[in-house]
């Protein structure tokens, strides 16, 4: 078990600069989690109404993939091996889908919009504690891209068609959620590195609490983007 | 039907030079097939027996996706909207992939190598007689990038560790063929624009016969380069 100061350490990366355990450990689940979103996205982009939405969502796959060549490039600059660093994470990234698996088109924008944004926000928080170069990559694979505007307009398309329906979506995005957070708990119950990472964020002044009540936030203000919120 | 003559007006597009339907055509089918490939090739990359093998058929599939970009593009440019070009092509491209599902990842290898690249000759052979633009944008997005070598890598693999394999996959290979021939039938019989396309070859020197003898012969040179040919 890493302490605190422990931990400290593995955030800056040591006065060598060298990366940390912390940091390969970080880029190589993002770096599963964005081959796993492309495969599973484009698997899910079958299930559009029109060859065009099709393609929107087709994109967005191609994009995840895009960017996990990115990390993988850049664990491979760090001396990591990209299959190594991301095997520990390969487990929780295919449970988390494998339960939240959408039987819909809207399931499946929803997950795209709400699934993938609360990760990329939780990702982001964890970035923040990581060296400038690390967090500038991260932040750039968590990008969006757009698909904010998609999901809304196709989920209030099929609200609009199918009122009925918005019981079933805000309790698959519920779903969503409570898979995210019980993938993340086995995570950081395995991996010392990354609970240390986040454990450096309590001698902020944001702390754990404050991250959790962030990234409720910005899921509500997805949700009610969606038309599914209270 | 469309007459030999009317066929050679479709091929060079008149001497107003506006895209013809058979360019349409050409372009749509390709380019739901590519969007096609895009998500079986993802899929299909799961099976990969490494991270890194299924990184490298994930790459192939997000290029596939890549190219089906530039023929939306392309499509749009003339003045056609992409889906509707793509969708009298949905089945033939759909049930094609149907019924040669790979199983095993050495199959879902010999796929992407072997069917696609009859795919990909075909289409070169149709593209030669259409204008130097749409020839170049089509031999383009068939560049087979580097999918042989990795290909020929993993099936011979295979092959050192499970020799009683060769049978199986040179008959999953014949399939491949057999459906791509059956489903090319059925789209020509379906479009007289692409066999206008096609008859128009038969007033060339090569001709039909030329032309089957030479994706023959190709086929021939994969199945040999991956350790499969008689």
């Known amino acids: 078990v890493v302490t605190t100061a422990g931990a400290e350490d593995t955030v800056t990366g040591g006065v060598s600069g060298r990366p940390t355990d912390a940091i390969i450990d970080l880029l190589g689940a993002l770096a599963y989690g964005e081959l796993s979103a ?4 484009a698997e899910d982009a079958r299930m559009a109404p029109t060859l065009a939405a099709r393609a929107k969502l087709s994109a ?31 487990a929780a990234v295919e449970t988390y889908h494998a339960l939240t ?9 929803v997950k795209a919009y709400v699934g993938d944004g609360l990760a990329a926000d939780f990702y982001r928080e964890i970035a923040a504690y990581t060296d400038a170069g690390t967090a500038a990559l991260i932040s750039g694979v968590l990008d969006e891209g757009g698909r904010g505007e998609f999901a809304v307009s196709e989920v209030r398309r099929e ?5 009925g329906e918005a019981g079933r979506l805000a309790l698959f995005a519920r779903r969503l959620v409570g898979e995210a957070i019980s993938q993340t708990q086995h995570v950081l119950a395995d991996r010392d590195s990354l609970t240390a990472l986040l454990l450096a964020g ?19 203000e997805r949700m009610a983007a969606l038309g599914l919120g209270n």
Chains 1, 2 share one sequence.
């Open 60 to 90: 967005v796959a191609a994009t995840e993939f895009e960017h996990h060549c990115r990390l993988s490039d850049r664990l491979g600059e760090l001396g990591a091996t990209p299959e190594d660093a991301m095997a520990p994470f390969v």
């Open 202 to 220: 309590r001698q902020t002044t944001v702390g754990l609490p404050a991250l959790f009540a962030r990234l409720t936030e910005r899921h509500g």
């Open 159 to 163: 609200l609009g068609e199918r009122p």
């Open 38 to 41: 492309f495969d599973h996205l």
């Open 101 to 109: 698996e959408p039987a819909t088109w809207a399931e499946a924008v």
